[in-house]
């Protein structure tokens, strides 16, 4: 069986240098932490769920190397005390000092600066094509700023296609180096409207069900998403807008609603609390939504405690947007990195051929990447 996973972020194999998948326990975590030997550390997919905790600063602070460790949905961390006197961190929206969390821009300038560089990264990412190659992935599409666009497009021969999924602050930077090759194409500008449910960071139209105060991030308003728009269409580039809560997918849509784009298939990323309301004017729109099989079985405790039952039981509708007809693609956004896991469930929501098509058989039609169809 061959797969497209059409979201990914292969950079965070460069976070891996101490696995946390397998991670029992706090006490587990702390025994791999305090056996590095390094001056600082970096690294992704640690889970409350496995841990038994939600991670504060107080957790981590007796290491004594800089340390970020980031969640799994990539949305949030948590930074001991000596990275945040390494680094100057201050308090702000965005940076908890007391328990050490940190958000969104925050999260990944911390993350940018502690990352291994040059051929190290390189390398990270070379391990993580041959790991999707050898789980049946022929192609990824790949959120990327400009240094690991750079990799790939210097890279001779990759062992699966890449679609590169430049971040909009870094794609003009891009464009300046890109040269489309047989195993590397362009494909959307990615743009953050709102953050995660596991964060508590995705935007919603009501509260969050264990905070009734609170609704989340909004990154970008329809103000400035229209713009954007606009700016990349003028381009012939189509913008690719993560939207998680319900609030943040109507921003989107009233963007896209107010500029009357030109442009087919525009992609909202994951649109997991997406309404049929919603949906039925993203298809009028000709938008592409591009969702995540695997998140139900993975984060429905999650749900459940962050929106409460009856919202939990909504969220990834894939049967709804597939009966509607609103164009839809499967990626894993690497939670977890494994096709077979998302088609399983996939496969028991919307039956075989329908699981199929939306994890390879849309591409082997040509579909969606090509402006023309």
């Known amino acids: 069986m061959r797969f497209v996973d059409a979201h990914t972020h292969m950079e965070l194999f460069a976070f891996k240098e101490i696995d946390l998948e397998d991670v029992k326990d706090l006490r587990d975590l702390l025994r791999k932490l305090e056996g590095f030997e390094g001056e600082y550390l970096a690294l992704w997919g640690w889970d409350e769920k496995k841990v038994g905790v939600f991670l504060e600063r ?39 000092p007391e328990k050490g969390h940190v958000f969104e821009e925050t999260l990944w300038d911390v993350a940018n600066r502690l990352k291994p560089k040059g051929e190290r990264l390189a390398k990270c ?30 890279e001779e021969d990759l ?13 003009k930077e891009v464009l300046k180096n890109f040269e489309e090759k047989d195993t590397v194409r362009l494909g959307w500008v990615k743009v953050y409207v709102d953050g995660s449910i596991g964060a508590r960071t995705a935007y919603l139209k009501e509260p969050y069900a264990d905070r009734d105060d609170w609704r989340g991030v909004l990154l970008k308003t329809r103000e400035e998403i229209a713009k954007i728009v606009e700016e990349l269409e003028g381009q012939g580039l189509r913008v690719s807008l993560h ?32 309404t049929e309301e919603q949906a039925l ?17 993975y984060f429905m405790e999650t749900y459940v405690k962050a929106l409460g039952e ?6 990834n509708p894939l049967e709804m947007i597939d009966s509607l007809g609103v ?37 082997e039609e040509g579909r969606y990447i090509d402006l023309s169809f």
Request: charged letters at 30%.
């Open 281 to 297: 004017r993203a298809k009028k729109l000709n938008l592409l939504l591009c969702t995540q099989p695997n998140f139900n079985p």
């Open 243 to 274: 939207a998680i809560g319900d609030g943040a997918i109507e921003e989107c849509i009233r963007a896209f609603e107010e500029v009357g784009p030109r442009l087919r298939y525009h992609r909202i990323e994951h649109a997991e609390l997406i």
């Open 58 to 96: 107080k957790h981590i602070d007796h290491i004594e190397f800089p340390l970020l460790l980031i969640r799994v949905d990539g949305h949030m961390g948590v930074v001991n005390s000596r990275a945040v006197e390494v680094l100057g961190l201050e308090g702000s929206d965005r940076f908890d």
């Open 310 to 315: 009856e919202r939990a039981k909504r969220i």
């Open 327 to 363: 164009p839809m693609i499967f990626g894993s956004d690497m939670m977890p990195f494994d096709p077979i896991f998302g088609f399983r469930y996939a496969e028991k929501v919307l039956g075989r051929d329908r699981a199929e098509y939306y994890y390879f058989g849309w591409r």
């Open 159 to 171: 062992p699966v296609r890449v679609v590169l999924m430049p971040y909009y602050d870094s794609y």
């Open 125 to 154: 990412i070379r391990k993580g094509l041959l790991r999707a190659r050898d789980m049946g992935i022929v192609e990824v599409h790949d959120f990327v700023d400009d240094e690991v666009a750079r990799i790939y497009l210097s």
